[in-house]
């Protein structure tokens, strides 16, 4: 099942919006670009930009903003909602004990974090997506902080299926180790990709290099210590302190996501 209701315009039933009362929706604290963050990684999505009342350029005023909020907020609880009807209905069918259930997004969304709407950026908040699955015999309540990828998926449930994935064609692993055993560390880094934003991950860190997509050279650069500063808000990429993790992330962006960056292996 797919559920758009929480994408723009937002629609979701009025008992879903009196959930929240004005007085309590907030604006993001960093409404503002991160500091020495370059340009180029600020987007200006024109999905939203394209609805009445939104201005093509530049921030929207408060109240506007509050009421965005308000309705993604009431569009989560409505999904919220029409996703308990799903999970009563396979209980209902006596098919909750032979059925796996994953509840994943294919991308974050940001509410005016770093002055930016929506989905099409590099940082955290556009990327780092919901991921919560059930099956029929597994311990109820477990939570890791092991890192993962949506590419893992499919690895995923074929191993739940007693199904064989094909050799040598995807770069997901399994995660069903973690379903018994939470507290391991995962993958050592991940990778997103927007536009020509190519990013790998760590625990620590999250090193970001846009580039040329026609001759492949680096445009700009940067660097987020995720423990210092997990919201994203200073650009150290520059500080000689963090020269050598530079390096180390960057060797190995260009070396183990480099096809996805040329379309060929370094």
């Known amino acids: 099942a797919g559920f758009i209701s929480n994408h723009l315009p937002f629609n979701a039933p009025s008992r879903h919006w009196d959930k929240y009362s004005k007085e309590e929706i907030k604006q993001p604290y960093n409404n503002f670009i991160p500091k020495n963050a370059p340009l180029i990684s600020i987007s200006n999505w024109g999905e939203m930009r394209a609805y009445t009342g939104i201005p093509k350029k530049g921030q929207v005023d408060d109240a506007t903003a509050l009421k965005l909020i308000h309705g993604y907020d009431a569009t989560v609880s409505y999904v919220d909602g029409l996703i308990g ?3 009563n209905t396979l209980k209902e069918e006596g098919l909750d004990q032979n059925t796996i259930v994953i509840l994943v997004a294919d991308h974050g969304y940001s509410l005016q974090e770093h002055t ?18 059930r099956t029929p015999d597994m311990k109820k309540g477990e939570v890791t902080n092991a890192l993962v990828e949506l590419v893992d998926l499919y690895p995923t449930l074929a191993e739940l299926c007693g199904l064989t994935p094909p050799k040598d064609q995807l770069e997901g692993k399994s995660m069903v180790p973690l379903f018994t055993k939470p507290g391991l560390k995962g993958k050592d880094h991940v990778f997103t990709k927007t536009a020509n934003a190519f990013t790998i991950k760590t625990k620590d860190f999250a090193y970001t290099e846009f580039i040329d997509l026609k001759n492949f050279k680096t445009i700009t650069s940067m660097l987020y210590d995720h423990q210092k500063d997990p919201d994203e808000n200073i650009n150290v990429v520059d500080d000689p302190v963090y020269k050598e993790t530079v390096e180390h992330l960057k060797n190995i962006l260009h070396t183990e996501f480099q096809k996805n960056i040329t379309g060929k292996e370094k």
């Open 116 to 133: 930016q709407w929506a989905k099409y950026n590099p940082y955290h908040d556009a990327s780092h997506v919901p991921l919560i699955i």
């Open 85 to 87: 009807n799903i999970l």
